[in-house]
C-alpha cells in the first residue's frame, strides 16, 4: 500500500526566508507525487508533480520540489517566502495499482504554513 | 473559468435529513471523485467513478452514495446525515486511461453543517 508522512505539522517561517516543507514516501512501484495547496475554505490547487525525469520540480507560484529516490522523500521549496504563502499544504501519492488506471491519490496529514511579515 | 463547480458553497441540513451536494466539471475527464475533510485534516476518499463503474473505498458508510448519470456531473447524497459527518466535501476529477501521471483538479469544496 503507498503512504505518504509529513512530519511536521506546521512550519514558521519569516517571509523572505526560504520555506521548507518536508513529505516522505513509501510505494511497492514507481513513485508520482503532488503537492497541492489548500487556502481557507477553499478546494485544493495543485502545485507540481514528479512523475520521472530531473529530480527538481518546478511548479506554480515560486514552488519547487526535490525528488530524493534514496531517501525516498519530495520536499517542498521557496527559496523566498511570502505571507500570502500561508496555507495548509498536501504532498500526496498516486496509487497506481488503481483498478481502470483510475488515479486515486493517497494524501499526507498536511503541514500548515505561516509566514510572519 | 471553473472547471470543477461544485453547489452549494455552503450546506446547512438537520440531523437524520438527506441531503445531495453536486459537482460539475467542463474538463470532460473521466473519473470524478468524492473526498471527506475534517478539520483542515488529510482528504479522505469517499468513493469514485471512472466512467459509469463506481468505486467505493472499503471504510465509506452505506449512509453516503453516489450517482453520476453523465460525464459532466456527479452527486454525493448522503442518506441520514450525523453530526460526525460535518465536514468539507471535496469533488475531484482526472482523466483515466493509464494517465497515471495527470494531477486532480478540485472544486472549492460544500462546507456541510449538521445541526
Known amino acids: 500500500a503507498q503512504s505518504v508522512a509529513q512530519p511536521e505539522d506546521q512550519v514558521n517561517v519569516a517571509e523572505g526566508n526560504p520555506l521548507t516543507v518536508k513529505c516522505t514516501y513509501s510505494v511497492s512501484g514507481n513513485p508520482y507525487l503532488f503537492w497541492y495547496v489548500q487556502y481557507p475554505n477553499r478546494g485544493l490547487q495543485f502545485l507540481l508533480k514528479y512523475i520521472t525525469g530531473d529530480n527538481l520540480v518546478k511548479g506554480s507560484y515560486g514552488f519547487e520540489a526535490e525528488f530524493n529516490k534514496s531517501q525516498t522523500s519530495f520536499h517542498l521549496k521557496k527559496p523566498s517566502a511570502l505571507v500570502s504563502d500561508s496555507a495548509l499544504y498536501f504532498c500526496a501519492v498516486r496509487d497506481i495499482k488503481t483498478k481502470a488506471a483510475g488515479n486515486k491519490l493517497t494524501f499526507g496529514g498536511g503541514t500548515r504554513v505561516l509566514v510572519k511579515p | 473559468d471553473a472547471m470543477v463547480i461544485q453547489n452549494p458553497r455552503y450546506q446547512v441540513t438537520q440531523f437524520g435529513k438527506p441531503v445531495t451536494l453536486s459537482c460539475s466539471q467542463t474538463?470532460?475527464?473521466?473519473?470524478m471523485y468524492w473526498y471527506q475533510q475534517k478539520s483542515s485534516q488529510a482528504p479522505k476518499l469517499l468513493f469514485h467513478?471512472?466512467?459509469?463503474?463506481?468505486?467505493n473505498e472499503a471504510d465509506t458508510p452505506d449512509n453516503f452514495q453516489s450517482r453520476r448519470p453523465n460525464t459532466s456531473f456527479c452527486f454525493l447524497d448522503i442518506r441520514s446525515p450525523g453530526l460526525g459527518d460535518a465536514a468539507m466535501y471535496l469533488c475531484?476529477?482526472?482523466?483515466?486511461?493509464?494517465?497515471?501521471?495527470?494531477?486532480?483538479?478540485f472544486g472549492q469544496g460544500t462546507r456541510l453543517t449538521v445541526v
Open positions: 467513478y471512472y466512467d459509469k463503474d463506481f468505486n
Open positions: 475531484a476529477t482526472s482523466r483515466g486511461g493509464g494517465t497515471v501521471n495527470t494531477e486532480a483538479f
Open positions: 474538463l470532460n475527464h473521466n473519473v
